[in-house]
């Protein structure tokens, strides 16, 4: 069972750093895309990504889990609340822009600290083995 749990937390560390703005912005900008474009298929891919592990949630901790849904819906919500702000015609770099200088200006972002709550879980598992 350990190597399944452990697994697990792997995938969800590994989701989280997928849905960071940065590494999202990078994946899912195209070129011509508007701020409407970008708005979709970000939150897309993070449905999508949290989808394909959902299935990891009965490997690991309500508290492992919880950090995920969390960073997964405070994510969208920070783009989609930006992307009402600006002209949805308007060029994705707009878009892309404001959620890299909102993120910048955080302490931490939602994705560190579902990181460390994921990590900590996983090395606190491994030391109860």
Do not use: C
């Not at 909102?102 to 460390?116: C, G, V």
């Amino acid at each position: 069972m350990l190597p399944l749990q452990l697994q697990a937390y792997e995938r969800l560390v590994l989701f989280v750093e997928r849905i960071n703005p940065q590494s999202l912005i990078s994946r899912v900008n195209q070129p011509g895309f508007s701020v409407l474009d970008m708005q979709i298929g970000m939150v897309s891919n993070i449905k999508s990504e949290y989808d394909h592990n959902v299935s990891q949630q009965i490997y690991v901790t309500p508290a492992a889990w919880e950090a995920v849904k969390t960073v997964k819906e405070q994510t969208i919500s920070i783009i989609n609340q930006i992307a009402l702000k600006l002209p949805p015609d308007a060029p994705s770099i707009e878009l892309n822009k404001q959620i890299l200088e909102l993120f910048m200006h955080q302490r931490e972002s939602p994705a560190d600290i579902a990181a460390e709550i994921i990590n900590a879980e996983a090395r606190k598992l491994m030391r109860e083995q």
